[in-house]
Nanobody, 126 residues
């Protein structure tokens, strides 16, 4: 599986950015795709994820109401619309995916995810 992330950049606090992650090579029809981030000196943390087939999204509490994850199944692409950005959102954002287990909630542990893209840097200046 190849995940190609794009859309990072430098933005002022209060601004917006849209990240994209295009997937190819999935051998399974049902997957979960999402985003983690890692700030300097911190551990990687879950940001948001979405199911391909069923409805269902999950967010980190601190981004609820500011970030929106969406999908375009025809393009095998997931988007992360980030608004009202804060300096603490500064991090390298990683796209990730895993086969979906329909009986379980969307996981937030990075070790549950099997596929990773390269990171894209988001810098929010104050």
């Amino acid at each position: 599986v190849q995940l190609q992330a794009s859309g990072g950049g430098l933005v002022q606090a209060g601004g917006s950015l849209r990240l994209s992650c295009a997937a190819s090579g999935h051998t399974y029809d049902r997957w979960i795709m999402g985003w983690f981030r890692q700030a300097p000196g911190k551990e990687r943390e879950f940001v948001a994820a979405i199911r391909r087939v069923r409805t269902g999204v999950r967010y980190l509490d601190s981004v609820k109401g500011r970030f929106t994850i969406s999908k375009d199944n025809a393009k095998n692409t997931v988007y992360l619309e980030m608004t009202s950005l804060k300096p603490e959102d500064t991090a390298v954002y990683y796209c990730t995916s895993k086969p979906e287990n329909t009986m379980r909630p969307i996981p937030t542990n990075e070790y549950d995810y099997t596929d990773w893209g390269q990171g894209t840097l988001v810098t929010v200046s104050s």
